[in-house]
Nanobody
Framework: QVQLVESGGGLVQAGDSLRLSCAVS????????MGWFRQAPGKEREFVAT????????LYTDLVKGRFTISRDNAKNTVYLQMNSLKPEDTAVYYC?????????????????WGQGTQVTVSS
């Protein structure tokens, strides 16, 4: 059974940084493209970033480009989301997701496995 476990969320002030981690088990990690999504209260889940199996290709929503960095450590079966210059509008539950079929997608329907989410709250 595939498990994705996020960690690293918390309450920070605007301008601060956080690093989210997502540990994956139950499936060969290098066969998975990985993504981060987020969902704010009353809003739909939205794409944040994705990384392909090798880690050589990444995509970001324009909302976080230049501030967030997705990376992966295939030896540790872990994907990361480094978030810098956080803004109050980044406040959301952040979800890690794994995609078996594609090389990384912006569409949440393409992802096969999801973590439970971790709360990120940015105060102004």
């Amino acid at each position: 059974q595939v498990q994705l476990v996020e960690s690293g969320g918390g309450l920070v002030q605007a301008g601060d940084s956080l690093r989210l981690s997502c540990a994956v088990s139950g499936r060969t990690f290098t066969n998975l493209a990985m993504g981060w999504f987020r969902q704010a209260p009353g809003k739909e889940r939205e794409f944040v970033a994705t990384i392909n199996r090798s880690g050589r290709m990444t995509l970001y929503t324009d909302l976080v480009k230049g501030r967030f960095t997705i990376s992966r450590d295939n030896a540790k079966n872990t994907v990361y989301l480094q978030m810098n210059s956080l803004k109050p509008e980044d406040t959301a539950v952040y979800y890690c997701a794994a995609d078996v079929e594609t090389s990384g997608s912006r569409r949440y329907v393409d992802y096969d496995y999801w973590g439970q989410g971790t709360q990120v709250t940015v105060s102004s």
